[in-house]
């Protein structure tokens, strides 16, 4: 149909995708190749076998397994260059990426070589490719503030590489006050602010307050439950932050895709957006996620150019850059 076309060819802009989620089977398979890592998967089709998640914690544990093999500057090239390459093919024009350095000094691996890989596929990805993009680095929520403000510092000799910095993996017992501290110290540091506020979540709605109140973010990743709090929506149109929604991810790690969440978003005027989240785990795209959104409410093109530009406005680019854009 047309819109399908329409979806496919939009100029697009992705504002939440992990790196580390982008690691399809096939290079998880090569990688360990490479590497002289024992997986215990012959083929990709055992791979996709094992992952049998339904809740957050579930994904996590096969995501943070399945990093294991990303060990060279030439790993994190390859892995964030493959996205790139996708992304481009789905008319990403823009991405704003986020990386977990923890997930691999904890395992060994340098901060060092994780972002040159990452950094040198970006700067290959813009010059052959032709997409634009930046990075956030995220601490991880379950361990320690301590862990966290450690590599808030050892990051700092590569401010001028990160846009910004976020809070992902296993939210539950983890507020955003547990980083209070951390967050504080990334903001005077230049960092641009944003937090996983996961779907259904134990407190999601006092952990998006939080956000707000305690951490003064400059977006909300996820969020969608700020819908049960109309004080709370009202607080986050007036400060005009952009909400990163992920349809194929929410399906798989709670019982709905929110289709319908985003569409009471854009109706009340949100700066909602549809993102790929973990595109190699919860299968799906840019462009398969727009058109799931599609299939699920029946949006048109009004409301798919709305959630494009939502995303380009929401974006950490300067104003001129993303005028270019508009
Ligand atoms: N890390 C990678 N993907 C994530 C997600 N969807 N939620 C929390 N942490 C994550
Ligand atoms: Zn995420």
């Not at 500057?73 to 390459?85: H, I, M, N, R, S």
């Not at 950094?119 to 301590?146: P, T």
């Not at 006050?177 to 960092?191: D, L, N």
């Not at 854009?266 to 799906?284: K, W």
Request: charged share 30%.
């Amino acid at each position: 149909s047309k819109l399908k076309s329409f979806i496919e060819e939009m100029p697009k802009c992705e504002l939440h995708v992990h790196i580390e989620g982008t690691l399809e089977p096939e290079m998880k398979l090569q990688l360990a190749k490479r590497n002289h890592i024992k997986l215990p998967y012959k083929n990709e089709k055992a791979v996709r076998d094992a992952y049998d998640f339904d809740d957050l914690p579930s994904f996590l544990a096969v995501y943070y397994e399945g990093m294991s093999v990303l060990l060279t500057e030439q790993d994190f090239f390859d892995v964030t260059y493959a996205y790139l390459k996708k992304a481009r093919s789905q008319n990403v024009r823009y991405t704003e990426m986020f990386f977990d350095p923890q997930a691999h000094t904890a395992r060994g691996v340098a901060f060092d070589t994780v972002i040159r890989g990452i950094r040198r596929a970006q700067r290959q990805g813009e010059i052959e490719l032709g997409i634009h993009s930046q990075l956030i680095m995220c601490f991880l929520r379950d361990w320690s503030a301590e862990f966290a403000m450690t590599t808030l510092l050892q990051s700092l000799p590569y401010k001028e590489w990160i846009i910004g910095v976020g809070l992902d993996s296993d939210e539950k017992n983890n507020p955003p006050i547990k980083f209070t501290k951390v967050f504080k110290r990334a903001r005077q540091e230049g960092y641009l602010l944003t937090m996983h506020c996961d779907v259904d979540q134990d407190n999601s709605v006092s952990h998006i307050w939080q956000t707000l109140r305690d951490i003064g973010v400059d977006r909300i990743d996820h969020g969608v439950n700020s819908l049960e709090d109309e004080k709370l929506c009202d607080e986050i149109k007036r400060r005009q932050l952009a909400l990163t929604v992920c349809p194929i991810s929410n399906a798989y790690v709670t019982d709905s895709a929110k289709s319908q969440a985003i569409a009471a978003m854009l109706e009340a005027g949100m700066r909602v957006t549809v993102n790929s989240d973990d595109p190699a785990y919860f299968p799906g795209y840019m462009t398969e996620n727009l058109k799931r959104v599609w299939k699920d409410v029946d949006i048109g093109k009004p409301e798919l150019v709305q959630l494009t530009e939502n995303a380009f406005e929401g974006s950490w680019l300067p104003r001129q850059a993303k005028d270019r854009y508009l």
